[in-house]
């Protein structure tokens, strides 16, 4: 949905099937067969760069890795 389509007085339009199969959800998505659990220390300053940047911090640092 478009920010000029969501209406802020309260009078929402009614949620349609097609506006749920476009819905993602992110959070908890589970493991892909690729990826390996890990236990990791790293120091403090180097996590808090990341976790200032917002949500999925974690895909940016695996794309640094990565990289």
């Not at 929402?12 to 493991?31: H, I, Q, S, T, Y």
């Amino acid at each position: 949905m478009k920010d000029s389509e969501v209406l802020l007085d309260g009078n929402l339009p009614a949620w349609k099937p097609a506006m749920f199969e476009r819905a993602v959800d992110k959070r908890g998505r589970g493991a892909t067969r690729n990826e390996a659990l890990l236990s990791l220390r790293m120091d403090s300053d180097v996590l808090e760069r990341f976790r200032t940047q917002g949500r999925g911090y974690r895909l940016r640092m695996n794309a640094v890795l990565r990289a």
